[in-house]
């Protein structure tokens, strides 16, 4: 006896591969609406070039740009976004050569150029959206939130690491009062 079933169709299609840079420009496109909700504004937008602008282009002072987002004038943070890196563990907060320290680093630097201070935002697939912030900005206030302590092994030649950092949801972070985004 013959079968006569088509089994071709059961066999599952793999998934296409999904361009890094167009998943971090739809991540910032969405942390730019967040924003923009919370603040009840329009400034929040992606920058041109994801960030590089700044460094990449002879431009006078006053209109380069620092990080993935261009905020508004007195909105105290210059932020990188960063998603996907799956790989990044919690136990990675204690390897000075993680990912997670890079962020915090480029961030920083950032920060400093556009004299405002760092915030990183990062989700991994299918994740909460996180954020990295300077303890001293309004922690005491949060629900929830890990303390992030870079000890002296984690600061390099090259490194502006200073004090500890608040690692939190972003939407916990969000819940904060004005007065600690706006200056």
């Not at 994801?50 to 740009?65: L, R, V």
Request: hydrophobic letters at 30%; aromatic letters at 14%; one cysteine or more.
């Amino acid at each position: 006896m013959n079968d006569n079933f088509d089994l071709k169709n059961l066999k599952k299609k793999k998934a296409g591969r999904i361009n890094s840079g167009a998943k971090g420009r739809g991540f910032e496109r969405k942390i730019c609406k967040i924003l923009n909700e919370r603040f009840k504004t329009k400034e929040f937008n992606r920058a041109p070039g994801s960030g590089a602008y700044a460094t990449t282009h002879a431009i006078p002072d006053e209109y380069k740009i620092y990080g993935d987002i261009i905020t508004p004038k007195n909105f105290k943070f210059c932020i990188e976004c960063k998603k996907g890196y799956n790989g990044i563990k919690i136990s990675d907060i204690f390897n000075k050569k993680s990912k997670l320290w890079d962020f915090i680093e480029q961030s920083e630097k950032d920060a400093k150029k556009s004299e405002k201070e760092p915030l990183i935002i990062f989700q991994q697939d299918r994740q909460n959206i996180l954020c990295i912030v300077k303890s001293c900005y309004g922690f005491g206030y949060l629900k929830e939130y890990t303390v992030i302590y870079p000890g002296d092994d984690t600061i390099t030649n090259h490194s502006i690491h200073r004090g500890s950092y608040v690692l939190t949801k972003l939407e916990t972070y969000l819940e904060l009062n004005d007065y600690y985004f706006l200056g």
